[in-house]
């Protein structure tokens, strides 16, 4: 009789046999993924509640969208209008981990004439709506007459190094 309560073939526990016996680790490496991914956006939610502005990029953004123009023809430079808002999260990570990059920063200033419009503004919401934005960040590069050559989203700080790098040459 002994024998008969250990011949039994099904398993003890159901969760450590099956196709959900890995589902806890999964999801965990899931989680950590996202999380790692979205690190600077978090971060960036994180110091906007702490009340902790992002450094000062040292660009020296153009908030005039016409005269901006009129630079970008005077100079030959091809105009990079950023679109932003600073309620955004991922706006507000790229003005603490993209545009402080001195990398960044040295290729704006030797091949882009640079405007920031915030969303929220008159002259954003106009530029915007001509340019069709639909999310921010939205950076878009055009010419002086205001023709779109190339657009994106957010991008880390190495997506739009390589960003400007290809656009400049």
Known sequence: MADDKHETNAPTNPRRH??????QWVMLVILVGVIV???PIYRSIGMGLLNIDPPDD???WRTDFAAAQVEAAETGKPLLVNFTADWCGPCVAMKRDVWPRDSVGELIAAGY????LDIDLIEGKSVGAEYDVRAIPTTIVMDAEGQEIERANYLSRRG????LQRLSG
Request: charged share 20%; net charge neutral.
């Open 18 to 23: 099956g196709p959900l016996r890995h589902a």
């Open 37 to 39: 991914l979205q690190w």
């Open 58 to 60: 040292g660009i020296g």
């Open 113 to 116: 004439v640079p405007v920031r």
């Open 160 to 163: 739009m190094e390589e960003f």
